[in-house]
């Protein structure tokens, strides 16, 4: 490939609407260009990009048994109605009519599709497993599309399907595709780590999610370097801390707090520390209104508490509603007298003496004890775990890191064949519902949490399994012709060889061709410059910035010796 011939318009600034390094690095670089908000053109350097991770995802399924498919992207309301979550997803599911006033959505998964389709055409256990997977464009229409590919409305994904006739044969399907992601996500140069995670809109009773680690990840992993427990946020657990013990219940006490609604407010007017604060806090549910209880040093994981109140609509409720329910404005809501279910955190319920708003303007009660002076609905764990908490497993302190979310598994059991009525026969010839998993890669969320991983202040560096061409030849002057004649036999040399190479033969200005090298990422550079006439030119290593002095006839294995092949 020549580079006078190659559309690849790099662009010297960062553009305003660009917050993180993957993001600005891609537009300049010329891989990706904006076409609407969370949505993506991939211009030949990223198309090129994209395709090798597909074709690292597509090796590694193939070796674990899948079989790729096309499923349609608009697919058929009734699906979704028939699984129950046409409503479940919510305002991220993108919905449409056709011209007979029919709905559609496009997909932004295909659990129901692909059920379908299995129920169909597999009838007998013989059949099974079977892994069919696909590799293709995903629509989510999310409330906040940002940093470029890593929040999109249009992505690329690859989701696998296994189909299994016991919880065993899921095991083993699972098992595969977590040593097949394993393979997928080191081959493409990733730092990352696997963790426990919520099954989500998905739903399911397990997951697993493959998180490269990354300061700009908008994820929360939380981990023991003890015994290995590892979770995302939004899962994570820890053991409780700061019980009671064995302090002596006194009489609860209204005091007034004249203007301090703030947990840090309140700690400096009272003199108490935060842990011994009960927050409470109003949310809408689709069961109606419910106050949650978490000690004031803690937040509350929405996405446990959803869980645990079995809502699919749960948002924390505005100031009039509070102040409705409560008889307080936002600060004084407390859980003695508060006529509301109350979903109360482990914490929270083994404090002794502690404080809470009274439900009336500027006053709060010190004192309270739980199961005394209110009743304890629902003790669970609802709060976010921290770094510093003592691991759930073993007890040593947690740490807390970021990642992005690049890969997901799900074990789904009969979640879907069951509402769907997809069933098979088995060896007794009676009809059993298929045990299903699902197994999501992000194609182009990988291509840019491998940015964010390999990258300088001057650019990319390019893993070389995922390069757009591993090599650039570039002539300092390519009107010189001993320089334009040395840097074309090299060239066809590399080509020769195997190496996917461009040739920059633009008649630009030597630092513009160096500058724009370092900016796409090219793992070799080779410079054909004043010693062309001697039959010698320098090899850089792109990302240790060694440069070396070889000859002509040598450079297919100095590349080779880069390479590591």
Not at 42 to 58: D, M, Q, Y
Not at 266 to 283: E, H, Q
Not at 358 to 374: Q, T
């Amino acid at each position: 490939m020549r580079a006078s011939t190659f559309f690849m318009p790099t662009l010297r600034e960062v553009p305003a609407e660009a917050e993180i390094a993957s993001h600005q690095l891609l537009l300049r670089a010329g891989f990706i260009r904006k076409s609407a908000a969370g949505i993506y053109t991939f211009l030949p350097l990223g198309l090129r990009v994209l395709k090798k991770v597909e074709e690292i995802v597509r090796e590694e399924m193939n070796r674990a048994g899948g079989l790729e498919i096309q499923l349609p992207i608009l697919q058929a309301a009734d699906l979704w109605h028939r699984s129950g979550r046409w409503h479940v997803y919510g305002p991220e599911l993108i919905r449409l009519k056709d011209r007979h006033g029919r709905d559609f959505c496009l997909g932004p998964t295909h659990e129901e599709i692909v059920t379908e389709l299995v129920k169909g055409e597999v009838r007998s256990y013989k059949q099974l497993p079977l892994l069919l997977y696909q590799i293709q464009n995903k629509y989510r229409d999310e409330k906040r599309p940002r940093f470029g590919l890593l929040r999109g409305r249009e992505f690329v994904m690859k989701d696998l399907y296994s189909f299994d006739r016991d919880e065993a044969g899921l095991e083993e399907s699972y098992r595969k595709m977590y040593t097949a992601y394993e393979r997928v996500f080191t081959r493409c140069g990733l730092d990352f780590r696997v963790v426990e995670a919520d099954t989500g809109a998905i739903g399911g009773h397990d997951s697993h999610e493959f998180m490269a680690l990354a300061a700009a990840g908008e994820a929360t992993i939380v981990y023991c370097g003890a015994c290995g427990y590892a979770a995302n946020a939004e899962k994570a657990e820890s053991r409780s801390t700061g019980e009671a013990g064995g302090e002596r219940p006194r009489p609860l006490e209204r005091v007034a707090t004249p203007g301090k609604r703030t947990v840090e407010e309140v700690t400096a007017f009272l003199g108490v520390p935060a842990r011994k604060i009960i927050k409470t806090l109003v949310y809408q549910s689709d069961a109606g209104p419910v106050a949650v209880l978490v000690r004031g040093d803690r937040e509350v994981n929405e996405v446990k508490l959803q869980r645990i109140v079995g809502s699919l609509r749960l948002e924390l409720a505005d100031g009039p509603t509070v102040e409705k329910l409560t008889g307080a404005p936002v600060g004084f809501a407390g859980p003695v007298g508060l006529n509301l279910p109350l979903v109360v955190d482990r914490e929270v319920a083994g404090l002794a003496n502690a404080v809470a708003g009274a439900n009336a303007a500027d006053a709060h009660y010190v004192n309270v004890n739980p199961g005394r002076d209110f009743t304890l609905d629902t003790v669970a764990d609802v709060r976010l775990a921290a770094a510093g908490d003592p691991c759930i497993r073993c007890g040593e302190p947690l740490s807390a890191t970021r990642g992005i979310e690049v890969g997901q598994l799900f074990k789904l059991g009969d979640k879907y064949s069951r509402v769907m009525e997809a069933t098979f026969l088995d060896e007794n010839g009676r009809e059993r519902y298929y045990i299903m998993g699902c197994y999501g890669i992000g194609i182009s969320r990988t291509m840019a949490a491998v940015v964010e991983q390999h990258h300088d202040a001057e650019g990319i560096i390019w893993p070389w399994s995922l390069a757009p061409f591993k090599v650039v030849v570039l002539p300092v002057n390519s009107r010189d012709e001993v320089q334009a004649a040395l840097a074309e036999k090299i060239y066809r040399m590399l080509v020769t060889a195997g190496y996917d190479t461009i040739l920059d033969d633009r008649q630009e200005r030597p630092g513009v061709k160096f500058k724009d090298a370092d900016l796409v990422g090219y793992p070799v550079r080779i410079t054909v410059g004043q010693k062309a006439a001697a039959g010698q030119v320098e090899v850089r290593n792109r990302r240790s910035g060694e440069t070396v002095l070889v000859d002509a006839a040598d450079v297919v294995q100095a590349v080779t010796a880069i390479c590591g092949v």
